[in-house]
């Protein structure tokens, strides 16, 4: 049975992800991508959905576990009474994007410390979402035992240690003496194709280790919370595909929102305003070439007519997401349906174009240089944004219910134009510049007139609702962050929105996104909160805040989208670019005002 979110760990190697719980069990993996379907389903479901466990057979053996400095080498450490042995997992990454992907690993040593320590393992191999139980075949020997299993494109390889099958899982015993090191590699490679060769361990965890802290290395940041600031940054690398550039929301699907609800959904696309939030980020901490191999999977991704604009997009910039329902998999702590695609990608969110727009010119001015096509680019989604601009639209949040015009949406319709006009104004671009001008005041006009009630603004024209998108507005430029109908605004979400001292996105009970049951705090909303204080001088709420949310993080800095503060855990999916790349911005926020003047 999976554990909770929080006690599981990151591995990647920037094409897919595991995760590992605190017991040792790997219970997701898709392979060889992030949105394939998993050979491990444990997360979403139990033991016979599929997942590779490793963990003392002592039962009374304690545990504590970090990441090898900033890298995704997760070293698990097991004490007994007179033993101590550690596991040091991860997933080898290799240097070169291009390299065509005929192999994916993923490594457990087992290192003795102390003493003699024996180990249990056990393997379960589920393919397509543990719907094809795969044909597995021992291949090795007695001195070099290896298994392999397959079924329909996809094998694996299984070497370093003996297994025996019983009841459609194999088991078997590792024993490590101090000083010791054994080594298990599971590999996947295609069905068609030979086993790939072992790796030399020794070889691929250097170059692993060292990839990912010389990348750690060249973040640009000193003030409050750097720890968290660094991992948040690399986990946001770390869903970013080495080959295409896509930057996925999150590392798994169908987590619920709501323990034993049906906000379950997959998250392991690219969402443009996600993608372009967390580019922002990175790129406020130095790595500009990350923007511009993101700006070429954009091109690729919207080519074409920008009518046909998708809100999200597969890893490579593939647009079928259908949305479907698995019934292989029962679901986190029976939470059900468990959803595969997701039929948000056909929505109309009014924000999005706004939201890339601001981080393309954000960008350009760190020093982006233009390419033969990226503003042709950018002038085509300000055609689009014109051609909708009195299309009610599913908003942020992407909405189920009926179409709204939210007050969000519109402002980031604001921000896009408002980037144009800076493009031709600041850069020297060529475009329609009076036609933008005019689009902008008249979105302004309108949002002043229709989104603003009782002195604050509101979630859609003709509600005194409020949400937690508000919260940006002042981030993009459309007021100031003391601009008094935001600081109504803030009063009215603090009134609201907040529960436990966390904020929600929005009143579920309104029935504004047309589902059934509610959710928990949304974590971002509450960093965005965060920033809020810090631009208006509260100081003392902006770090008591970013405190509390910080120590939210699990023992190894990751955060799912939501947090449950009366049952005390994450939920929803995890590790949640959106709830990351928030904790980054306020931690920037509370830095510069560090910096300001007194």
């Not at 595909?241 to 999150?250: F, L, V, Y």
């Not at 890893?315 to 029976?334: H, K, N, Q, Y």
């Not at 803030?490 to 609201?496: D, F, H, L, M, S």
Request: aromatic letters at 8%; glycine letters at 8%.
């Amino acid at each position: 049975m999976a554990m909770r979110i929080e006690d599981y760990a990151l591995l990647s190697n920037c094409r897919t992800a595991a995760l590992v719980s605190r017991e040792g069990s790997i219970d997701w993996l898709c392979l060889p991508r992030l949105d394939s379907p998993s050979t491990f389903g444990g997360l979403l479901g139990d033991d016979s959905h599929g997942r590779w466990a490793l963990r003392p057979a002592d039962p009374d053996a304690t545990v504590t576990r970090r990441y090898d400095r900033d890298t995704f080498v997760l070293i698990t450490r097991w004490r007994t009474a007179d033993a101590v042995a550690e596991v040091h997992d991860f997933m080898p990454i290799d240097p070169d994007p291009a390299v065509d992907v005929r192999r994916t690993d993923l490594i457990r040593r087992v290192v003795g410390i102390e003493g003699v320590m024996r180990f249990e393992q056990q393997l379960s191999i589920r393919f397509d979402y543990a719907r094809a139980m795969p044909w597995v075949r021992q291949t090795g020997t007695d001195e070099h035992p290896q298994l392999v299993a397959m079924a329909g494109p996809d094998a694996v390889i299984l070497r370093g240690a003996a297994l025996k099958a019983a009841d459609h899982q194999h088991s078997g015993e590792v024993t490590v003496a101090a000083g010791e090191t054994r080594d298990l590699q599971l590999t996947w490679f295609p069905s068609h194709r030979t086993a790939p060769d072992p790796l030399d361990v020794d070889d691929v965890l250097a170059r692993t280790k060292h990839w990912w802290q010389s990348w750690a290395d060249r973040v640009e940041h000193s003030g409050p919370h750097h720890e968290q600031v660094v991992r948040s940054l690399l986990i946001l690398r770390a869903l970013t595909n080495h080959e295409t550039g896509g930057i996925a929301a999150a590392a798994t699907m169908a987590l619920p929102e709501e323990i034993g609800g049906e906000r379950n959904w997959d998250y392991r696309y690219v969402w443009l305003r996600d993608a372009a939030l967390t580019l922002e980020a990175l790129l406020d901490h130095g790595f500009l070439a990350l923007a511009e191999r993101w700006r070429e999977w954009l091109l690729r991704a919207v080519a074409g007519d920008p009518a046909d604009l998708q809100i999200m997009y597969g890893l490579a910039g593939e647009r079928d997401l259908t949305e479907r329902t698995l019934s292989s998999l029962p679901g986190f702590e029976a939470s059900a349906p468990v959803r595969v695609g997701n039929g948000a990608a056909a929505q109309y969110q009014a924000d999005v174009v706004g939201e890339v727009l601001v981080t393309l010119s954000a960008a350009r001015s760190a020093g982006l240089k233009e390419s033969k096509f990226s503003w042709p680019l950018e002038r085509q989604l300000l055609r689009f944004a014109a051609e909708q601009i009195d299309r009610p639209d599913n908003g942020l949040w992407e909405i189920r219910g009926d179409t709204h015009m939210f007050t969000h949406s519109r402002a980031m319709m604001w921000a896009a134009f408002d980037r144009g006009v800076r493009a031709v104004e600041e850069f020297g671009l060529d475009g329609p510049v009076d036609t933008w001008r005019e689009l902008r005041a008249r979105m302004r006009e309108e949002i002043d007139r229709e989104g603003v009630r009782n002195g604050h603004f509101t979630q859609y024209y003709g509600t005194d609702e409020v949400d937690a998108s508000l919260l940006l507005l002042g981030e993009v430029g459309y007021c100031r962050p003391d601009d008094p109908r935001m600081l109504a605004t803030v009063e009215r979400i603090e009134q609201t929105l907040m529960r436990d001292g966390l904020l929600h996105r929005y009143r579920t009970d309104t029935g504004v996104d047309g589902l059934a049951g509610s959710e928990s705090p949304f974590l971002a909303c509450s960093f965005w909160l965060v920033e809020q204080y810090a631009a208006t001088g509260r100081l003392d709420d902006a770090n008591e805040l970013m405190d509390r949310l910080c120590s939210l993080t699990n023992d190894v800095g990751m955060l799912s989208e939501e947090y449950d503060p009366r049952e005390n855990r994450q939920v929803g999916n995890t590790p949640q670019a959106f709830s990351h790349l928030a904790l980054v911005r306020a931690a920037d926020a509370l830095t510069r005002t560090e910096l300001r003047p007194r």
